[in-house]
């Protein structure tokens, strides 16, 4: 058994207010093998994003980290100090938001952003880092790379501007990427080239990748595992044909149902009632009670944990004998 | 077969970019235009939904905001139930036939007024079009309204920022619905809405269709929500037409070297093993398509024929395509 690369610990995310404290995050834990890509997909407000911003410590104050612990490797980096944190993130942790034009600062070079990177976490010569630049631009599949590195961002077009961000992200060479909905503003047909490219590159990088998106059609085509999150909660996690095919969750199964599929049509569509709770009204017991088609009296009263239902599986609901409750 | 609701007959629509006058003077350049529409024809039948697919900068929205009257076309003309509606029209003619028809917008809510009442939000339309209508038959009018979009009367006292997303889109479509439209034109009405609100705003427009026999032009970048909804579709690109046709058919035999590119791009949710087929470049910038079929620097199929001229719509099976390959039977 290969030891996971990455391990969060009934992490907790939390934002006080003058109402009272929410909870973006509640209690979750799960793993990230050497290599692997795992999914998370959720609603609005589901809090995946937050999960990836408490990995790499970019949590806006005067949100908090609550509970719980997160490692990288063998070092615990969810109560360093900033400067330290800085140092992980980028070297061992890579980042692509959704946003290129947001990630790429307008007034620099391509260049000088790719070298700036590479020389903060790399003991390399600027020609040497100039050169691991064209390297990557080239890799990610930017014509003309030795050319276009001196360009400034708005001279790229979306599509492009994103295969510069997972160059910028790859640069340092980091063992983790966590790539926020990297391509909900790319078109369909630009949407798969960004998919693909950012496969090969971490499978050839040996990196990992933790890919939050809303978009089921990604996941299914670029994840390992996928975790299911629901009002800040795991709902489901497991390997990610189980979770498509065989949905354990009554969430997950209403998720895959309201897809619509290029295969019918013209039929109704599954539709789960509601909407997901707001974070300050989330309902006692299981939070998907109030919408859930299969709810019994337990689900109104007793919080499901996320629980193992069987190997490499696990579901937070009482529908399946072995759950305990949180 | 039904005769059609909306006509759209050769369609342009050019927007003008240039840089300031004093700007032009100096760098001695001429005026910049941008075609966002060109020559777009195609037909709507009564009671059925029409959907505009493409990505972004297709022109899809535009061909909406010319349907409804937000933007004057540059050329051709619109043809609602036999009347034309580019010619100008006036006082109470202009009235009775606008509202007929009525427009649902991407983001609900930019679309709602922050500082109205979601009641007053709705009975504008009413105060517009039913002027006889007093104040208790409008509030009772507003109720049903609210209770056939899933909402409750009550929810009316409320403000729009103390709805959901998926909510808010449902006041939208009551609005919409106030003045018994025959007509509804939706630009991207589930985009912004996560699945599963996605799944029941696309279920709620369904039988509001059939009950009151509604005629859709529906718009949207997602083939799967358009497979879903849609009895004809029209694929754009860079402003013009690649393909019309039913949408079964579409979607069993796309034509247009564009058409089966999307169709290879969707991805693959039931994990049968295919894999998306990599497409090679981008939309080209607007301002500068290139000659010929705008699709030809992307197309595998691409000859010299396509890199000089146009082509225009074809039927071929049970659609039409704008492609010269196809029209030479090359593929």
């Known amino acids: ?326 | 077969m039904s005769e059609p609701l909306l006509d759209v007959r050769h369609l342009s629509r050019r927007f003008d970019v240039s840089p300031p006058w004093l700007n032009r003077k100096l760098e001695r350049t001429g005026k910049v235009y941008v075609n966002a529409v060109k020559d777009v024809s195609f037909s709507v039948k009564r009671g059925e939904t029409f959907a505009l697919v493409g990505e972004s900068g297709s022109g899809k929205t535009t061909i909406a905001r010319l349907i409804v009257g937000l933007l004057e076309p540059t050329e051709g003309e619109i043809v609602f139930d036999g009347q034309s509606l580019s010619r100008g029209l006036q006082g109470r003619e202009a009235r009775r036939l606008r509202r007929r028809f009525q427009m649902i917008f991407q983001d609900p809510l930019a679309s709602l007024n922050p500082r109205w009442r979601v009641t007053d939000i709705i009975a504008e339309p009413l105060r517009a079009f039913e002027r006889g209508m007093n104040d208790r038959a409008r509030r009772l009018r507003v109720g049903e309204l609210l209770t056939l979009v899933g909402l409750s009367p009550e929810d009316g006292v409320k403000f729009p920022h103390q709805f959901s997303g998926g909510q808010r889109q449902r006041i939208a479509i009551a609005r919409a619905l106030a003045a018994k439209p025959e007509f509804i034109v939706c630009d991207e009405p589930t985009s912004a809405l996560d699945v599963s609100v996605q799944a029941q705003i696309l279920n709620l427009m369904k039988d509001l269709q059939d009950e009151f026999g509604l005629t859709y032009v529906f718009i949207s970048h997602n083939l799967q929500v358009v497979r879903h909804m849609a009895n004809e579709i029209g694929v754009l690109y860079l402003g013009r037409l690649a393909e019309v046709g039913e949408s079964e058919a579409l979607f069993e035999h796309p034509r247009h070297p564009y058409t089966r590119m999307l169709l290879d791009a969707v991805p693959d949710i039931d994990m049968t093993g295919r894999r998306r087929k990599k497409v090679e470049g981008e939309i080209p910038s607007p301002l500068r398509p290139p000659p010929g079929c705008p699709f030809n620097p992307r197309c595998p199929f691409a000859n010299d024929r396509c890199r000089i001229e146009v082509p225009g719509l074809t039927p071929v099976g049970l659609q039409a395509a704008a492609c010269h390959a196809v029209e030479e039977g090359r593929i």
């Open chain 1, 1 to 326: 058994m290969t030891e996971p690369l990455l391990s969060v610990r009934n992490l907790a995310v939390e934002f006080p207010t003058r109402h009272g404290i929410l909870t973006a995050v509640q209690d979750i834990s799960f793993d990230i093998m050497p290599g692997e890509v795992l999914g998370m997909v959720g609603e609005s407000g589901a809090g995946k994003s937050m999960t990836g911003a408490a990995i790499i410590g970019l949590i806006e104050p005067p949100g908090r980290i609550a509970r719980g612990e997160i490692w990288l490797r063998d070092q615990r980096i969810d109560n360093l100090p900033p400067e330290k944190m800085r140092k992980i993130r980028g070297r061992h942790i890579g980042m692509i938001f959704q946003d290129p034009l947001t990630s790429l600062n307008p007034l620099y070079r391509i260049s000088d952003q790719l070298i700036e990177t590479i020389r903060t976490h790399l003991p390399v010569s600027r020609d040497e880092a100039r050169k691991r630049a064209v390297k990557l631009l080239d890799d990610v599949g930017i014509p003309d790379a030795s050319r276009r590195i001196d360009d400034y961002p708005h001279q790229f077009s979306g599509g492009m501007r994103q295969r510069v961000v997972i160059a910028l992200a790859l640069c340092a060479g980091p063992e983790l990427v966590i790539a926020d909905e990297p391509t909900t503003a790319l078109d369909v047909s630009v949407q798969a080239q960004i998919i693909e490219v950012m496969k090969e590159l971490c499978a050839e990088h040996g990196a990992a990748i933790m890919l939050v998106t809303h978009d089921m059609g990604v996941i299914a085509e670029a994840a390992d595992r996928v975790a299911v999150m629901y009002a800040g909660r795991l709902a489901e996690i497991g390997p990610v044909r189980d979770v498509i095919k065989d949905a354990r969750h009554p969430y997950s199964q209403g998720l895959m149902g309201a897809i619509p599929r290029l295969g019918e049509s013209l039929e109704r569509l599954v539709h789960i009632p509601g909407s997901m709770p707001r974070l300050n009204a989330v309902p006692p017991g299981c939070p998907f009670n109030p919408r859930c088609p299969k709810v019994f009296d337990k689900c109104r009263t007793h919080r499901p944990a996320t629980s193992e239902i069987e190997p490499g599986r696990r579901a937070a609901c009482w529908l399946y004998p072995g759950v305990t409750e949180a």
